[in-house]
């Protein structure tokens, strides 16, 4: 298995574009997660699904940020306008909740707002 | 939601028991611990779960107090790749699933 895959790995923009991050849970795994990380705040849950329906959003920023998994396999993390205060490593996970809440994380998007 | 309390780094020489605690003094009696690590750059990585019992896995062992108000990791022989961030978690109840909540954990340094 590949493991959870997010891409772009590494994402510069400026203030104000839209910014997608993508993310592919491994295979077979039901439950979802977005996370933020930076120094100041640590790693902060965002939101997160189960069986592609969205259980908790209430880590989501404001209304610049949304969260879609349209199905099992494909999860996108928008924000827009994007402001330099977002920039942060996003890490995707995922889990088959019902046998363990072991969390499998992505790489992680490392992403600059200018 | 119980919390946990961690020192903010340690460190320890190659080849040797690296121990590190983690106080989560409100802890429930059906909330779990957890430990996961994030090595520089990476996303974070599980390595071991315990209700009350100890627990051994190929990674480490994990001893939880009878009181299960702390606990230990304890990463018997430390390699220099055992650098990481070590994050102690109690598991957090949202919605139905179980959401672990990562604090700031311990910056654990292995030197040579």
Same mark, same amino acid.
């Given at each position: ?29 039901? +439950? ?42 494909? +999860? ?23 046998? +363990? ?14 | 939601?119980? !919390? ?47 209700? !009350? ?15 299960? !108000? ?22 957090? !109840? ?19």
């Amino acid at each position: 298995d590949a493991g959870v895959i997010q891409s772009p790995r590494h994402e510069v923009t400026e203030m104000g574009q839209e910014v997608t991050l993508r993310c592919k849970p491994i295979s077979g795994h039901n +439950s979802l997660f977005w996370y933020r990380q930076t120094m100041m705040r640590g790693l902060e849950l965002l939101i997160y699904f189960n069986n592609n329906v969205p259980i908790d959003d209430s880590g989501m920023p404001e209304d610049r940020f949304s969260a879609k998994m349209p199905n099992a396999s494909f +999860s996108t993390l928008k924000i827009q306008p994007s402001e330099p205060r977002d920039s942060a490593v996003y890490f995707c996970a995922s889990s088959f909740s019902q046998k +363990s809440d072991e969390q499998f994380f992505g790489p992680g998007t490392r992403l600059t707002v200018l | 939601d119980a !919390k946990t309390t961690q020192p903010p780094s340690m460190d320890c020489a190659e080849g040797r028991a690296a121990n590190l605690p983690c106080n989560h003094s409100t802890i429930s009696g059906n909330e779990y611990v957890y430990w996961y690590r994030q090595i520089h750059s990476q996303g974070p990585q599980y390595i071991i779960h315990g209700l !009350k019992n100890n627990e051994t896995n190929e990674m480490a062992s994990l001893i939880i107090t009878e009181d299960r !108000k702390s606990s230990t990791l304890i990463l018997p022989h430390a390699t220099l790749r055992d650098t990481a961030v070590y994050y102690c978690i109690v598991r957090v !109840k949202a919605g139905g699933s179980y959401i672990p909540t990562f604090g700031r954990g311990t910056s654990l340094i292995v030197h040579p």
